[in-house]
């Protein structure tokens, strides 16, 4: 009995079964596969096509590279450069250079700092009266306080925090002290910037003249040479000598010395 079954395939008529199982098996068979698919049995019917369509031909051919406008077409092309631009150096300082100032001499013996700003100014081309600059600094008969009014007030009118207080505290400028003031004069001059100094005491300048403020004083500075190694003095006093003229940067800082500078 076990083998019976597999006789009866081989009687006649028993073909036309196996032939009708067979190709009921198929399509069994490719219905499954069908299903297996997936996604493709799921998505909107597309317009007949009498040609058979292939997976990969659904996927467009890729464009073939052009040397002449696809970098990326040479394998020895390497990374792409970056669209940034390197930033220009800033330009040097000139070795000198002097400011075209306006010059005032001061009315009275108090007004030494409305006449230093005032003529600081003009190297910007601005014309503000000593008078008016007066109010703004606070002077008084006992003169102007200190550099943090210059710097104060020279800001107010040029409209901008471009200048800065430096004090030199002690009676004597460090190096390190008279390095920085060389920087600032250079920095604040050849930007067109002149400085206003506070100064007390006395120094002599390139020509060996003495200038004696005991009490205090204030100059602007209009101008340096050898990079800033010398510096062109605008002095509205009226007294020793010339209402301009030069000194060195180690003379001028200790000068300043106890007081401060605007630049």
């Known amino acids: 009995m076990p083998e019976e079954p597999f006789r009866n395939l081989f009687r006649p008529g028993a073909r036309r079964r196996v032939q009708k199982v067979a190709l009921l098996s198929a399509a069994v068979v490719t219905a499954a596969s069908a299903a297996t698919a997936g996604a493709l049995l799921n998505q909107p019917s597309t317009p007949a096509d009498t040609g058979s369509t292939t997976a990969a031909s659904l996927i467009p051919p890729a464009a073939a590279p052009n040397p002449d406008t696809d970098t990326s077409a040479s394998p020895s092309s390497g990374p792409q450069a970056t669209s940034e631009k390197p930033q220009p150096a800033e330009p040097k300082a000139p070795a000198e250079k002097t400011l075209d100032v306006s010059f005032e001499y001061q009315p009275n013996f108090y007004y030494c700092g409305p006449a230093a700003v005032r003529n600081a100014l003009s190297a910007r081309g601005i014309d503000v009266s000593q008078d008016e600059l007066a109010r703004g600094l606070r002077t008084t008969v006992n003169g ?46 050849s930007s067109g910037y002149s400085v206003v100094a506070n100064i007390v005491g006395g120094e002599t300048d390139a020509d060996g003249t003495w200038h004696d403020f005991p009490g205090g004083h204030y100059i602007a500075l209009v101008g340096y040479s ?32 106890t007081r401060g500078y605007s630049a």
Request: charged residues 25%; hydrophobic residues 35%; aromatic residues 6%.
């Open 144 to 189: 102007t306080d200190s550099a943090e009014d210059t710097t104060r007030v020279l800001n107010d009118v040029v409209g901008s925090d471009r200048y800065r207080t430096s004090v030199i505290p002690g009676e004597d400028a460090t190096p390190a002290q008279m390095d920085r003031l060389q920087a600032d004069v250079v920095r604040a001059i």
């Open 226 to 257: 050898d990079d800033g190694r010398m510096v062109k003095v605008s002095d509205s006093s009226g007294m020793f000598g010339p209402a301009s003229y030069w000194m060195s940067t180690i003379n001028m800082a200790n000068w300043i010395g």
